[in-house]
T-cell receptor
Framework: GAGVSQSPSNKVTEKGKDVELRCDPI?????LYWYRQSLGQGLEFLIY????????KSGLPSDRFSAERTGGSVSTLTIQRTQQEDSAVYLC?????????????FGPGTRLTVT | DAKTTQPPSMDCAEGRAANLPCNHS???????VYWYRQIHSQGPQYIIH???NNETNEMASLIITEDRKSSTLILPHATLRDTAVYYC?????????????FGTGTSLTVIP
């Protein structure tokens, strides 16, 4: 079946521009996560959506970062006024959620390069 | 969330068992131990998880000590395709709002 998909796969942008990254979770998964991974580093948690609950934004590094999830499905991560330190691979994951301990399924990521 | 400690790197001969250790001495009673791996340039892949009993699936076995302060992931017959970074994570049920916190993991290299 279809897994988690992300678009674009690669994005090069100039410093100061805004970017939008998209995530399509697995159908029926109520939980959705965004992470970022800088070169040679582990994953850094950014934000978590669970059903219709208010998202857990505790990992967002600054107010330039925001995310929304429309209709409990597709999510968009927006980075405003991008900086060079925003360059990383942005990974999205989904899971069944609902209080389960199920595993997260990751997408292939979006590689963001800020020049 | 409990912090985990893993060795930064390990080597394993092809065909031999790979035993990857993880310390999680501050784990709490409702936190599970999860293992993921990340092959170069791909998203992380779920391997296995457990609470206190040992677990086995088609990919690996997970051995959790009785005091739950450490665990070992076992790949019984490592292949070259098992070369990856392996992450040990502890977290509670999603209903508690706990998140996955990935450390830097163990970089496993399977040697021909």
């Amino acid at each position: 079946g279809a897994g988690v998909s992300q678009s674009p796969s690669n994005k090069v942008t100039e410093k100061g521009k805004d970017v939008e990254l998209r995530c399509d979770p697995i159908s029926g998964h109520t939980a959705l996560y965004w992470y970022r991974q800088s070169l040679g580093q582990g994953l850094e948690f950014l934000i978590y959506f669970q059903g219709n609950s208010a998202p857990d934004k505790s990992g967002l590094p600054s107010d330039r970062f925001s995310a929304e999830r429309t209709g409990g499905s597709v999510s968009t991560l927006t980075i405003q006024r991008t900086q060079q330190e925003d360059s990383a691979v942005y990974l999205c994951a989904s899971s069944l959620g609902g209080g389960t301990t199920g595993e997260q399924y990751f997408g292939p990521g979006t590689r963001l390069t800020v020049t | 969330d409990a912090k985990t400690t893993q060795p930064p790197s390990m080597d394993c001969a092809e065909g031999r068992a790979a035993n990857l250790p993880c310390n999680h001495s501050t784990i709490s009673g409702n936190e599970y131990v999860y293992w993921y791996r990340q092959i170069h340039s791909q998203g992380p892949q779920y391997i296995i998880h457990g609470l206190k009993n040992n677990e086995t699936n088609e990919m690996a076995s997970l051995i959790i000590t009785e005091d739950r302060k450490s665990s070992t992931l076992i790949l019984p017959h490592a292949t070259l395709r098992d070369t990856a970074v392996y992450y040990c994570i502890v977290r509670g049920p999603e209903s508690t709002g706990n998140q996955f916190y990935f450390g830097t993991g163990t970089s496993l290299t399977v040697i021909p």
